[in-house]
């Protein structure tokens, strides 16, 4: 059993420990600054069993003080003995098994070696808990209670040991080995700890040695002597070693804070190998995790920032300019959002006067508050228009078939016009449109289900004559309504609007198919447009007579603009909601059409054409090659009209 003057040391060890952890809980609270967290993202740090404080005399002024074998590393954060003992407690498997109940006498003795065990007092004497467990089970030695409580004892000792070996308290650790051999069975534990306290001897020298460099400031420089490598070096004879583990966490935060420093200075190719020497060390570390974010929240920032001034000195006409910066911001950040899409605008603004085909733009009025349409610009090429021979519904005025080329780009408005969108046109120019000045429209008639003639309906008003909202397509306007309209976007905005030229609006339509329609030969798979489907019913349950078998859109009568699918260049309701008009005059053939896209204008023609399906069209009416011609002042609840924008 230990001596008295054992047992007494190791009380006075136990009142110095607490003064010393209730010192260090007091400087990190005030001051974490000194183990180098910061106070708002520090953690709450659990108690920690440090042995025996060793006392170091004070150093010569402007001399670091040497630390000491025990101190030899960054803070440590171990489990309380309490919580470890708890954890290794559950594990005994070698209880005796107990064939009666243990007699007063001996649970007397238990009660006592229980409350000494809870008191600290392990080993040295008759009164400590190994001792009277002891005497407990020479008097009933199948007794469980007994059998555990010495288990408990071993336990307990074991912890402080590896605790104190863990921060390299080697002198602490002996000592209690030496009351750890004088327990039952503990044989093996003893011989595993004797061999972990021969390593700590090789290590603490090298723990010595390495804070010594990392508080010189030779953290993982210069090569042979910095205390990384000697922290490796304990790793390698110590893999459990917790100061090792933790100088190094320290190692990479010096790297760290180099990699903060170097984008400080907007220098990101040294923090990116600040960034992956400090991953070398520690891969999952959230200090690493952490200072990754920030420094990629700072590349990206520095980056959009050159990005933005790239995009503003190309806005003003500097492309020598724009590119340098964009180059810097992709030197800093080569998958920054945003500058594949500023390469594309740059191209463009050198090879086709700042737009590209599918970008969406909308212009400003120059002299009143308002803009545009939104309008998608619509790529060049060369496509057959009309119907083949052998196309299902194919009419005479949509041959012959022959090729068109669209050399020259053009901007397509994205929907139809809106109500919302012709009613700002009508009130700032005071135009009258013929729905007012002729008088009337035709609309559905829901009792019979066809087209009527009403004098009450105008511009305003939907395909049933009733008030309609501002982001239906505008229809019951004439073709010389959407004349005039195109004529005031153009005055308003100083480029030229007007309306597609039949060839145009074919091209556009079709997006680059040669099918019947532009999502195929058949009923579309997916709500594609606004058309007559099986499925739809009027408000009073009609159904549509010739209609798209199997296809339901949910709308009898227009849509709201742009609520179905865009084709394949990015136009809405291009064949469905309301046809629409086009430039050309009316012709009954192609023969001597234009191939070139332009329109096709007899001086003085009343006649014009229409194209497009609509929410009324029959299947053959909803093919691209369909047309159809109507008088120019024809206002219909089925016909719309859209605009085009030069380049």
């Known amino acids: 059993m230990p001596s008295k003057e054992t047992v007494r040391r190791q009380r006075a060890f136990g009142g110095t420990l607490g003064v010393v952890l209730l010192g260090l809980a007091l400087v990190y609270h005030f001051f974490p600054r000194v183990f180098h967290v910061e106070p708002s993202t520090s953690p709450a740090h659990r108690a920690m069993n440090l042995g025996p404080v060793t006392s170091v005399a004070p150093a010569p002024m402007g001399q670091l003080p ?31 098994e107990q064939l009666s109940a243990d007699t007063p006498e001996v649970e007397a003795l238990i009660t006592r070696a229980d409350k000494a065990l809870k008191a600290g007092q ?41 605790q104190s070996l863990a921060v390299g308290d080697a002198e602490a650790a002996d000592d209690l080995l030496d009351t750890l051999k004088l327990i039952p069975d503990a044989a093996d534990d003893v011989a595993l700890l004797q061999a972990k306290l021969k390593t700590l001897s090789q290590v603490r020298p090298l723990l010595a040695k390495a804070a010594t460099l990392l508080q010189q400031g030779n953290a993982d420089q210069p090569k042979g002597d910095n205390a990384l490598e000697l922290y490796r070096q304990v790793q390698q004879l110590d893999p459990d070693n917790a100061v090792a583990a933790q100088g190094t966490l320290q190692v990479q935060r010096v790297m760290l804070d180099r990699a903060l420093a170097a984008v400080a200075q907007n220098d990101f190719k040294a923090a990116d190998q600040a960034l992956a020497d400090a991953a070398q060390v520690a891969p999952d570390s959230p200090a690493l995790r952490d200072v990754h974010t920030r420094v990629d929240g700072m590349r990206q920032a520095r980056a959009n920032g050159l990005l933005g001034q790239a995009r503003s000195a190309l806005d003003s006409g500097n492309l020598t300019l724009a590119q340098q910066l964009a180059e810097q911001a992709k030197a800093i950040s080569p998958d920054l959002a945003g500058l594949t899409e500023f390469g594309e605008r740059l191209t463009n603004a050198r090879l086709y006067a700042s737009y590209k085909p599918g970008q969406s733009f909308t212009d400003r009025f120059v002299d009143i508050p308002g803009q545009t349409p939104s309008m998608i610009v619509i790529p060049t090429g060369s496509f057959q228009m009309g119907a083949p021979d052998n196309e299902v519904g194919r009419e005479d005025d949509e041959t012959p078939q022959h090729e068109v080329t669209i050399g020259k780009g053009f901007a397509l408005s994205r929907t139809s016009v809106t109500v919302g969108q012709f009613r700002e046109f009508v009130r700032a120019s005071g135009y009258q449109p013929d729905s007012v000045k002729l008088g009337g429209a035709s609309v559905y008639d829901e009792g019979t289900g066809a087209m009527r003639d009403d004098s009450s309906a105008g511009w305003q008003d939907d395909y049933a004559g009733r008030s309609a909202d501002s982001r239906m ?38 997006g680059g198919t040669s099918s019947r329609y532009w999502w195929g030969d058949g009923t579309p798979s997916s709500k594609v447009e606004n058309l007559t489907g099986s499925g739809d019913r009027s408000p009073s349950g009609r159904r549509w007579s010739n209609a798209f078998q199997g296809y339901r859109d949910g709308y009898w009568g227009p849509a709201p603009a742009g609520s179905f699918a865009p084709n394949a260049f990015g136009l809405y309701d291009i064949d469905g909601n309301v046809s629409e008009w086009v430039q050309d005059c009316w012709h009954d053939s192609y023969l001597r059409a234009p191939r070139d896209g332009s329109a096709w204008v007899n001086p003085g023609c009343g006649s014009r054409v229409v194209r497009g399906g609509s929410w009324g069209s029959s299947p053959e009416q909803v093919r691209s090659a369909y047309r159809q011609g109507a008088d120019a002042n024809v206002r219909s609840g089925r016909v719309g009209f859209r605009v085009l924008r030069e380049l």
């Open 66 to 96: 040497e630390p000491s074998e025990v101190d030899a590393g960054p803070p440590l954060t171990l489990a309380p003995t309490d919580v470890v003992v708890a954890r290794l407690s559950k594990k005994n498997t070698n209880l005796p």
């Open 473 to 510: 397509p505008v229809v019951n306007v004439s073709w010389n309504d959407a004349k005039a309209y195109v004529d005031w976007l153009s005055q308003r905005t100083g480029k030229t609007y007007r309306l597609p030229s039949e060839a145009e609006f074919e091209y556009a339509l079709r």
């Open 122 to 162: 392990l080993a040295g004497g008759d009164g400590s808990a190994v001792a009277l467990y002891e005497q407990a089970l020479k008097l009933k030695p199948d007794s469980r209670r007994a059998a555990q409580g010495l288990f408990e004892v071993r336990v307990r000792l074991v912890a402080e040991i590896n």
